[in-house]
């Protein structure tokens, strides 16, 4: 993952609501939640939400599948690893100075 990617991804949860909803999916494992359930659950208003459910899959945090009627959102575990990977690549590596 380059430097941009992350950066756009930090950016994205660093906005209180899609940080909760980021944790909130993550917490709901690979099936997802949908979006009503995201709602519910977090009392974010319907067309805020989209905005930020919208922000959140540009970025590739999460993905969004149509079930019938209903939209599932889930968490992209492997671009949460990357990030995770990319903050940690040279932990501890010291400074040369």
Do not use: W
Request: with cysteine; net charge negative.
């Amino acid at each position: 993952m380059d430097h941009e990617n992350v950066a756009a991804s930090l950016a994205e949860l660093g906005n209180s609501h899609r940080l909760s909803v980021f944790r909130f999916l993550v917490k709901a494992g690979h099936e997802g939640a949908s979006v009503g359930d995201i709602q519910r659950e977090l009392g974010i208003p319907a067309s805020t939400l989209s905005h930020h459910l919208a922000r959140m899959a540009k970025v590739g945090l999460i993905r969004q599948e149509k079930h019938s009627r209903t939209i599932i959102c889930i968490p992209e575990y492997e671009h949460l690893e990357q990030l995770i990977g990319f903050l940690r690549e040279e932990c501890c590596a010291g400074v040369a100075g």
